[in-house]
Every structure is written in C-alpha cells, then in structure tokens.
C-alpha cells in the first residue's frame, strides 16, 4: 500500500513539474532585454492577449519611442498583432494602428494603418499624427513592433488599444476573436506620469452573465413561448369544447413571450451600448425588427381584431398569420446567430436548432 501511495505521488510530481514547464509565465517587462542595445526607461504589463508596452517620453519633442511586444502561445498558429492610439474616441473606429506580422516567406512586415470602420481589414496607410521608424521583429513566438510617434494634440494622455488575430494563407489578416480578452484590451496610459487604466467598457463577468441572461430570456421567448402560442391557435381550436379556452392559452402565452422577449431586447441593448468597438448587425437589426413585429402584432391582435362575421375579417387574419409565421421565422435565425456570437460549438448550435425547430408550429 505505501509502495502504491509514493507511486501516485511521484506521477503527481511529475504531471505537476511537466504542467509548468509546458506553461512557462512571461517575465515582467521590467526584466526584458532588447537586442541591439535598445532600452526603455518605462514599461507596463498590459494584462491581457500577452501584451507589453516599452516606451521613452521626450518632452522636449513630444515624441515617444514605442515598443510593443505580443507573446503568442508555443503552438500559436500564424497571427498578426497591432497597438494603437485613438485620438477621438476610446473604440477601434477612430484608432492609429501599429501592425506587424510575418509572412509566409518568413520576413516581418511592420506599417502604420488608420482605421475607419468595423470593417477593416488593416490596410497600410498614414497616420492622423506623425510616425517614424515603424520596424518589428520575432523572436521565437514572441513579436515586437517598433515605432516613434509624435503625440497627438501634445497630451501625454491617450486611449490605447492592443490586439491579435489569425493570418490567413495569402497573408490576409483575419477577424480577432470577438469575445473575451479580445474586445477588453483597451484603456487610457499617460506616457509622463506612467499612469495605466483598464478598460473602462465594464466588467468581464459582469458582461458574461447578462449575455447569457440576454440569450435565455430570448430562446424562451422567440424560440419557445412563441411557438408554442401559435401552436395553440393553430391546432388546439380544432377541437370541440376548446373555445374559447384555446384563445386565453393563446394571449396568455404571447403576452409572456412578449415581456420576456422585450426583456431579452432591452439586455441586447445595454450590451451594445457597453461593448465599444463591438457591433453584430446582423443579430441586431434582426432583434429590432422582432421587437416591432411583436408590437405591432401585439396591438394589432388586441385593439384591431374584428368580430369573425365583419367581412374584413379575412384580411385581418392573413396579416396576424403573416406577422407572427415571420416572427418565428426570424426568431429562430437570430436564436442561431447569438448560438454563433457566443461561440457555442457546432454540436450545441445545431441542438439549439433542433430544440427551437420542435417547437414551431410545423414541426407538429
């Protein structure tokens, strides 16, 4: 029995030393060393995405020498880093990127790119400020970018940004990721004083649980409740005796869908709203639109439904067909697209489907 008890404590020992080696931390940037006999009087360890900013601040001037290191994983695949100043805003529209990747040859491109609007794909082009002597180099996986900047409006206070994302083949750079670490590595720096500030775009956790409060209150909403409401009006009042029982079912549970669909709605806003640089508008247009139909439907069904002998009856009851047939419709789209921004795996989007399709009114 203690023969078998040292046994497992020397397999312990072993996986334990083997977990740190393979998980080596960074140093601090205090003990980086340059090659070339490049120094920096100031640093910071920015905390997130493995990141580090080196700087010399010229009063005189107002430049600053930059240097900013990324250390990517030991099996990182191909990727693309860049740090950037926004001189208007705190968001990536708006920023002064620094980019630098190396290519498929193996030689590291290093260049200044303005960025415009979500949709970049980080093209070289020239600074809303003066930038000189952009460089980079790799070593091993970690990449470094170099560069002297002239700083805008003359304040040693800036809103910085810091990212990484895939290369793709053909040295294309892909899309970061859009969640976690990625949309949070932002802040304000003061070059003089050395002063660093997180990001002020709200607390990560706190993000992540009305996120998936959000996606709840919608998937019981527009994928459950709302089905289930047409499926009571649709196959219910066939049956004797059901009237009009079937129709207090059926507004009892739009209602619910309703409020706890315009619950879902008003989370999605806050998120929006505390997620500078971060736009779905895809999901986001969708949800609004459901917001109106599901209003109109709402008021339409309780205030301009005609007795069932009025000759325009007919009319009435095509357009609450169509209304609430396209409402579930395009709930069960979005319900897939916020599958795919909360970056659900493929077997867990595609039960989510499955889910949300039994209970519409035609997988009955």
């Not at 304000?188 to 706190?206: R, V, Y």
């Not at 493929?346 to 009955?364: C, N, Y």
Request: include cysteine; aromatic fraction near 12%; hydrophobic fraction near 40%.
């Amino acid at each position: 029995m203690e023969k078998l008890l040292m046994l497992l404590s020397f397999i312990l020992l072993f996986v334990s030393c083997a977990s740190c080696m393979a998980l080596p931390q960074p140093l601090p940037c205090t003990d980086h060393k340059f090659p070339d006999g490049k120094f920096f009087v100031a640093c910071k360890d920015l905390t997130l995405l493995n990141s580090f900013l080196h700087w010399n601040y010229y009063p005189s001037s107002g430049t600053v020498d930059i240097a900013f290191r990324q250390i990517g994983e030991s099996n990182s695949n191909p990727r693309w880093v860049a740090w950037a100043i926004n001189p208007t805003s705190t968001g990536m529209v708006g920023s002064q990127a620094l980019v630098a990747f190396q290519n498929s040859d193996g030689a590291l491109s290093a260049y200044s790119s303005p960025i415009t609007s979500y949709d970049t794909s980080l093209q070289k082009g020239n600074l809303s400020f003066p930038g000189y002597d952009i460089s980079a180099l790799s070593d091993g996986n970690e990449i470094v970018i170099f560069a002297t900047i002239k700083l805008p409006n003359n304040s040693t206070v800036v809103n910085h940004l810091w990212q990484q994302g895939p290369l793709l083949p053909g040295n294309v750079l892909g899309i970061h990721k859009l969640s976690g670490d990625n949309v949070e590595s932002f802040g304000s720096l003061d070059f003089f004083s050395e002063k660093i500030e997180a990001s002020k775009g709200g607390n990560t956790k706190k993000k992540a649980t009305i996120k998936n409060v959000h996606g709840f209150l919608n998937a019981i909403s527009w994928g459950i409740l709302m089905p289930i409401g047409a499926m009571l009006a649709r196959h219910v009042k066939v049956f004797k005796g059901a009237d009009p029982a079937w129709f207090y079912l059926h507004v009892t549970c739009q209602c619910v869908a309703y409020v706890v669909g315009v619950a879902g709605w008003g989370t999605g806003l806050w998120l929006g709203h505390e997620s500078s640089g971060i736009e779905y508008k895809g999901h986001k247009c969708i949800g609004c639109t459901l917001f109106a139909l599901a209003t109109i439907q709402v008021l339409v069904g309780r205030f301009c439904r005609p007795n069932k002998q009025h000759k325009k009856r007919i009319y009435w009851e095509g357009f609450h067909y169509a209304v609430g047939y396209g409402t579930i419709i395009l709930g069960i789209v979005n319900i897939y697209k916020g599958l795919d921004i909360l970056e659900a795996g493929e077997r867990a989007a595609f039960g989510g489907l499955l889910i949300v399709s039994s209970s519409s009114p035609w997988g009955v």
